[in-house]
């Protein structure tokens, strides 16, 4: 079982930035795949960034809405994951679910994944 606490949602203005934190628990955090996912009313939630280790790389992938403007990042020794994002749209207003699996294959999709109960990021125009 792995518990995530995501943090650092908010009330943007268009072009703005926002970082959100999620903290995981669990003693094998640096080889957790870990990820964010998006979702809006009435939509299916939305792959946004993922990291994940393969041997001893890690890789990351970005949904093309989000590259460029958004990084994943982590910090194994703080069992925390990072999605910096600047050049906000309103397009970009969603609540943000942190997402964990053991595993590095499919990390675009919803499957075998623990989750946070997300935080809310509205971009105003």
């Known amino acids: 079982q792995v518990q995530l606490v995501e943090s650092g949602g908010g009330l943007v203005q268009t072009g703005g930035s926002l970082r959100l934190s999620c903290a995981a628990s669990?003693?094998?955090?640096?080889?957790?795949?870990m990820a964010w996912f998006r979702q809006t009313p009435g939509k299916e939630r939305e792959f946004v960034a993922a990291s994940w280790i393969s041997g001893s790389t890690y890789y990351v992938d970005y949904a093309d809405s989000v590259r460029g403007r958004f990084t994943i990042s982590r910090d194994n020794a703080k069992t925390t994951v990072y999605l910096q994002m600047n050049n906000l749209k309103p397009d970009d207003t969603a609540v943000y679910y942190c997402?964990?699996?053991?595993?590095?294959?499919?990390?675009?999709?919803?499957?075998?994944?623990?989750w946070g109960r997300g935080t809310q990021v509205t971009v105003s125009s």
């Open positions: 669990g003693r094998t955090f640096s080889s957790y795949s």
């Open positions: 997402a964990a699996k053991f595993g590095a294959w499919n990390t675009r999709t919803k499957d075998n994944y623990y």
